[in-house]
């Protein structure tokens, strides 16, 4: 079952037990993952200048003591505001969220979710995605709650691959959830 939470006006968190990775050893790290809506600028006068960022991280009970200390000394006192702030000063692995159902092959449900644009974005690691455009704020969240947060779970069945994938900042997306996870005793 899904577990979505709100961290803020622009973000969500979504967990589920079964997201997990594995290193080969110890216990395997519980995933989950951050949908935040972003204004991009790029509107073109239409209006449509949102997109849905999503990352994922270590759930709370994976994710390394230290940083759940940083966040109750910066005053993060419940576990939405752990996340977010372990999400905020961390970062996460990125994810094509648009990937898990291409915006061209939608099959029409998601129409009726949010209204939408369709365009070509240019990713961080330079490759093309077609992405989904949003008019305001609340239409992207209402779609990464009722869409991106329904079909998320797609990911998880090709996880390898995507942790395979090189970050931005260097490394792997393993290096990553490595970086942010709970240290062995």
């Not at 594995?22 to 951050?34: R, S």
């Not at 449509?48 to 966040?71: G, H, N």
């Amino acid at each position: 079952m899904l577990d979505i939470r709100t961290l803020s006006e622009s973000q969500l968190y979504v967990e589920s037990d079964r997201w997990q990775c594995n290193f080969g050893h110890g216990e395997p790290v519980k995933l989950g993952l951050v949908l935040e809506a972003v204004d991009t600028g790029d509107g073109d006068g239409n209006g449509y200048s949102y997109v849905i960022d999503a990352s994922l991280i270590p759930q709370p009970e994976s994710m390394d003591r230290e940083i759940l200390q940083e966040a109750i000394e910066e005053g993060r006192e419940t576990v939405e505001e752990q996340i977010r702030y372990a999400y905020e000063c961390y970062g996460g692995v990125s994810v094509n969220i648009d990937a898990v159902q291409p915006a061209k092959a939608s099959c029409g449900f998601s129409s009726f979710v949010a209204e939408s644009n369709i365009r070509t974005r240019i990713a961080g690691t330079g490759e093309e995605m077609e992405t989904r455009h949003f008019q305001d704020l609340e239409e992207a969240i209402c779609f990464a709650r009722d869409f991106y947060a329904v079909y998320a779970p797609v990911i998880f069945g090709f996880i390898d691959m995507v942790l395979d994938h090189p970050q931005r900042a260097g490394g792997t997306g393993w290096d990553k959830i490595r970086q942010m996870a709970k240290k062995a005793n």
